[in-house]
């Protein structure tokens, strides 16, 4: 490999760069913050804050998730980068989550001097952050009520969930817990993207959506 005799174990530019799973090991239900006492997680129980393991400080390999529902694509055995990785039927993940060094949202977001990179997400969804609302892209409530969204989601910001989502719970009891949480106490993954109404609920921008929301606890 380049550079002659590189030691591929170790940390190389290039070759072996901190990715999103470094990170993003999973979800609520499974993520190496719940296993691994080598790695520093974050408040939220499901992030971490640092992409290589404690014990592994001489060469900083960064880490691979074995819960892939956040992880780049993979090639011929090689984890693609992000700016060439895909999901989603095809769609690149820069397409929803913004540029590599400038994913949204980029601050500042609000006030009288918005970042340009906010740009796009705003004229495609009306709001910044990645791009969450299906009808960017879908027409308005053509999607069917199942969690083939990206990264596993429902359709977003759609009333026809209300009615749907009590079947779809009883068939992916443990998907449901990944995000709104294993006790259905809403998670960092559950948030809302911007102040909504679906049907007669309103919901504040970053709220994290628990089951008690809108009704008794399932779990």
Same mark, same amino acid.
């Given at each position: 490999? !380049? ?6 174990? #170790? ?12 990170? /993003? ?7 190496? =913050? ?33 819960? #892939? ?16 990785? #895909? ?6 993940? +820069?397409?929803?989550?913004?540029? @590599? ?26 709001? @910044?952050?990645?791009?969450? +609302? ?19 989601? /429902? ?5 026809? !969930?209300?009615? =749907? /989502? ?30 909504? @109404? ?6 504040? #921008?970053? +709220? ?6 809108? /009704?008794?606890?399932?779990?």
């Amino acid at each position: 490999p !380049f550079p002659a005799g590189a030691d591929l174990t #170790k940390r190389i530019p290039w070759a072996n760069e901190p990715k999103c799973q470094s990170c /993003h090991t999973g979800d609520a239900v499974s993520n190496l =913050g719940l296993t691994d006492p080598n790695v520093i997680k974050s408040s939220d129980g499901i992030r971490l804050l640092q992409a290589y393991r404690t014990n592994d400080t001489a060469n900083a390999v960064p880490i691979l998730a074995t819960n #892939k529902r956040f992880a780049e694509e993979t090639a011929n055995g090689n984890t693609v980068l992000y700016r060439l990785s #895909k999901g989603h039927s095809g769609v690149s993940c +820069e397409a929803c989550h913004g540029s @590599t060094h400038a994913e949204w949202p980029v601050k500042p977001e609000s006030g009288t001097a918005i970042a340009n990179d906010n740009v796009a997400a705003m004229q495609l969804q009306g709001h @910044t952050g990645k791009i969450i +609302e299906c009808a960017a892209c879908h027409t308005s409530g053509s999607l069917p009520v199942t969690l083939n969204g990206p990264h596993g989601m /429902h359709p977003v910001g759609d009333s026809r !969930f209300i009615s =749907g /989502h009590d079947n779809l719970f009883g068939a992916n009891r443990a998907q449901c817990q990944a995000c709104h949480g294993q006790t259905g106490q809403g998670t960092v993954l559950s948030k809302v993207a911007v102040n909504r @109404t679906v049907g007669s609920r309103t919901f504040t #921008k970053d +709220e994290m959506i628990a089951c008690t929301r809108c /009704h008794d606890n399932p779990m």
